[in-house]
């Protein structure tokens, strides 16, 4: 049999023979378009393949997410509304759920082909299409035709992963390739976290991006091949499998073995197992696209705060792939580690879910809640694409990309309805953000405080408890906004807080006049016509005399008290600019704040029984539940493909295309 180290170097016709030896030195665009390899390739060339599959899907996904570690200011840029935002994902998803579906034809077009070509377009939206839009209709447009490109290549790395991999081996390859969309996330928030006080401007991160998938393009154009049909058509267990599959290949058609292919798909355990995964990762996909959105309103946090808390996610989600997929191969079975994994996630799901409306929770806390999230999440999705693909070749391994496309085609459907139904049930968040859009730096000011003192604030803007809070919170936030440790933001905090809560009387008279008589005044004015105009507004205010409202307003010109006011005047001010906001709005506002977390607690919650609903439906899918009795399935194998090649005698027979080629 000859090796496949040779095999690229031979031009293959459309079922993967060679085509004669004039095809020995292909042409150019034989090689631009014709990526087949005749034989299975050895383990460094088929490593090299699955590496360069999974670099293209880590690529595909830094491109897809990176609006998301930037949504305010893409938001604040094109003055869209944040509903308007959500449905341009509603839009996307939609239709890269219709390119998932049509990506069926990766069998006729080339896993290969779709893949880098795939990389090229999404490389040249990015870089060129996003950042140069001119409006927010452009922008969704551009946002469309990245999704659209994302969902065809959504089936076809899968299926690449799995041609390369046998099912001995698959969950590890799966592992690989799920970290593509973990690892793209990673990228973004590590990147966007470490650049955007650097590079402020939101289309830095695109320039970016999209230079890198250029990149990975030249490298994929090169790199990266895929099977003939008439290899990757039958059903591979183990490597020992490779004799047996070439010696048939010969006496394979790829159209036959095609036929029905769709309504071999449109099954109970397919259609069940892609739908259970869908709603299983409903939480995931919230939070790659609104992570920064959900910390910012609710914590107060900035966009780099939130994408670094986000990292934690990521690099445990990352890890726990790869241990998964190796454990699950070393055992040989999928399903407990699907119930293990869903047993986690649902752990830190209801965890995280309570925590919405605590916030007093820390960033350290929400790590690990994250951990867990991430740990659970990738032991079970890891497992489940394993155990899909095994689903899928049980019943034709043909259709392996028609599989694929039906799973593609659900999760995304699935995605569009959540985003459409989120908008509905977090109305809140809507109006946080436009305002935040009209009136940035006042809402950034009181975001810094918590609603209790808020609510405190808003009834009695003198109460003697919540006006030195409120002033110990804003202090406290624009310290770390300047770049100051969390202990430095901390002592500033009390030192501001007790200040106000000593001088609170003074505070009350200050607040009674007007800004800027109390800042000429402050300034050392002496004029007749501002003293008796703050004493009336003070008497007015206090509902008190004309001559206490004078001692009032001498008290605090006394050296102390002008002393210990001036050291807090900062804050004050800052307080008072955030109240500029018009009273209809501020109050619209303030019940937003309070609204918000509850109502991201019940979609929280929404996500929580996604993944309780995807348990009853591991026990649908292939595979066995004892160690003990899959290797006694692998041993059966083996002896199966010993008696087929004794059976063959060198000649190639056709193997069946239900069920596969070998018993399961």
Not at 226 to 244: I, K, N, T, Y
Not at 544 to 572: C, E, F, N, W
Request: hydrophobic share 50%.
């Amino acid at each position: 049999m000859r090796s496949s180290r040779a095999s690229d170097d031979l031009a293959v016709d459309g079922y993967g023979g060679a085509s004669g030896a004039a095809a020995a030195r292909p042409s150019l665009g034989s090689r631009i378009w014709n990526r087949q390899l005749p034989h299975y390739p050895d383990t460094r060339p088929r490593t090299f393949y699955l590496a360069v599959t999974v670099l293209a899907t880590i690529m595909l996904y830094y491109e897809l997410y990176i609006q998301g570690a930037v949504a305010t200011q893409i938001i604040n840029d094109f003055h869209m509304s944040f509903t308007y935002f959500v449905f341009i994902l509603v839009i996307g998803n939609a239709v890269g759920a219709f390119a998932s579906l049509g990506a069926g034809l990766a069998d006729r077009w080339g896993r290969a082909n779709l893949v880098t070509y795939g990389l090229l377009l999404t490389a040249l939206l990015i870089l060129v299409g996003m950042p140069n839009a001119g409006s927010k209709f452009g922008y969704g447009v551009m946002f469309a035709l990245v999704s659209l490109v994302e969902g065809v290549v959504l089936v076809a790395t899968p299926a690449l992963i799995r041609d390369f991999s046998p099912q001995i081996g698959r969950a590890a390859a799966m592992g690989f390739w799920t970290m593509g969309p973990v690892l793209g996330s990673l990228v973004v928030t590590e990147v966007s976290s470490h650049t955007l006080d650097s590079h402020p401007d939101w289309r830095w991160q695109f320039y970016l991006c999209g230079t890198i998938g250029l990149i990975v393009f030249v490298i994929s154009f090169f790199g990266l091949r895929e099977l003939s049909p008439r290899l990757r058509d039958q059903l591979m267990v183990s490597m020992r499998d490779r004799a047996l599959i070439e010696a048939r290949a010969a006496g394979i058609s790829p159209e036959e073995a095609l036929q029905g292919q769709w309504r071999q798909m449109l099954r109970f355990d397919v259609v069940g197992g892609a739908l259970s995964i869908s709603l299983f990762l409903l939480l995931y996909y919230m939070a790659v696209a609104f992570t920064v959105v959900y910390f910012a309103t609710v914590f107060g946090y900035s966009e780099a705060r939130a994408n670094s808390l986000a990292n934690w996610y990521w690099i445990a989600n990352a890890i726990a792939l790869i241990v998964a997929g190796l454990t699950s191969d070393f055992f040989r079975v999928r399903k407990p580690f699907m119930i293990i994994g869903a047993c986690i996630s649902l752990v830190g799901g209801g965890l995280f879910a309570a925590a919405a409306t605590k916030p007093e929770t820390g960033y350290y806390t929400f790590a690990i809640y994250f951990i867990l999230l991430a740990v659970g999440g990738g032991l079970a999705y890891c497992c489940w694409m394993a155990a899909f693909t095994e689903t899928v070749e049980k019943h034709n391994p043909a259709a392996t990309a028609t599989g694929l496309a039906v799973w593609g085609w659900i999760l995304r459907l699935v995605v569009t309805a959540s985003f459409a139904i989120f908008s509905q049930v977090t109305p809140a968040t809507s109006t946080l953000v436009d305002t935040q859009q009209q009136y940035p730096e006042q809402v950034a000011i009181l975001q810094r405080i918590d609603q209790t003192t808020a609510a405190a604030l808003q009834a009695n803007p003198t109460d003697p408890t919540a006006l030195p809070a409120a002033l110990g919170q804003v202090a406290h936030g624009d310290a770390l906004a300047k770049g100051q440790s969390t202990e430095q933001a901390d002592a500033l905090q009390a030192d501001v807080q007790q200040t106000a809560s000593k001088r609170i009387n003074e505070l009350t008279t200050a607040n009674a006049i007007d800004p800027a008589t109390l800042k000429a005044l402050s300034d050392g004015s002496t004029d007749p016509a501002l003293i008796a105009k703050a004493q009336g507004e003070i008497a007015s205010a206090l509902h008190i005399s004309s001559a206490a409202a004078l001692g009032k307003l001498l008290a605090l010109a006394a050296p102390a008290v002008k002393a210990d006011l001036t050291s807090i005047q900062p804050y004050i001010t800052q307080l008072q600019f955030a109240n500029t906001i018009p009273p209809a709005q501020l109050a619209s506002l303030a019940k937003a704040q309070k609204d918000n977390p509850k109502q991201w607690q019940h979609w929280w919650w929404v996500c929580f029984a996604g993944q309780v609903v995807f348990i009853p439906f591991v026990f649908v899918l292939s595979g066995r539940w004892s160690p003990r009795k899959a290797r006694n399935d692998e041993q059966e194998h083996e002896r199966f493909v010993e008696s087929e090649m004794a059976r063959l005698g060198g000649q190639h027979v056709a193997p069946t295309v239900e069920g596969g080629a070998a018993p399961a």
